[in-house]
């Protein structure tokens, strides 16, 4: 019960790596708080979650919406008194290059991806800095290394690495007990990811599925509960020394 009497607030948590998590926390005597643009997606697992006799809610938040954000972490701390671990995971990839990308996709990558983690993490230490807390963010490996058909979910999650970076090292120079890490998941199977490669060209999908089973060298994707393992090491005590870190869970695929 590594996260008992503690917290938890996930976003975008009504599918893939976010639901994983959230489960992962509840398994771990968390309360989980989850949210996500899809209620319905939110309730489902909070329901699964209480089911199996742990303690979740569901609410339904847009994070990009600032107003919204101030809102869900004030009331969790009114009914929960606290918000103890904060995992940043809604996010979205939209294809497109530098070429072919609309200006609009991009900007709504970036509002979500990236602008929804400053606003977050910015809540969070308004109610953390007190008592403390550990806050994660979900960036990727197209956050460390480039992908040409997806310029604008590699420049956001770029930003979610290093902003991650600012962050850890602002509330330790204030001196206050909060650690802010970035998770990099590499290609893991989820409904987001199927979907992005579903919509590309049968050519392009089976060259990149003949590239991923090359260039991994442990010749598989991932499953989300890899990746929510990972967050639970960064929100418990286990972890403790670690701020500002980048925790890379990708197979291997960044060693090359």
Known sequence: MRLQNKVALVTGAGAGIGE??????????AVVIITDINI??????????????????ARLQDVTDEALWEHVVQDIVSSHGSLDVLVNNAGIALIGSVEDGTLDDWRTTQAVNGESVFLGTRAAIAVMKERGGSIINISSIEGMVGEPGVAAYN???????????SAALHCAKEGYPIRINSVHPGFILTAMVEQGIGSMPEAVQL???????????????????????????????????????????DGGYTCR
């Open 20 to 29: 994983a998590t959230a489960r992962r926390f509840a398994e771990e005597g």
């Open 40 to 57: 319905q997606a939110a309730e489902a697992v909070a329901d699964q979650i209480n089911a199996n006799g742990g303690k979740a809610q």
């Open 155 to 165: 420049y956001s999650k770029g930003g979610v690495r290093i902003f991650t970076k």
């Open 207 to 249: 060259e990149m599925s003949e590239r991923l089973e090359r260039e991994i060298p442990l010749r598989t994707m991932g499953e989300p509960l890899d990746i929510a393992n990972g967050c639970l090491f960064l929100a418990c005590e286990e972890s403790k020394y670690m701020t500002g870190s980048e925790l890379v869970i």
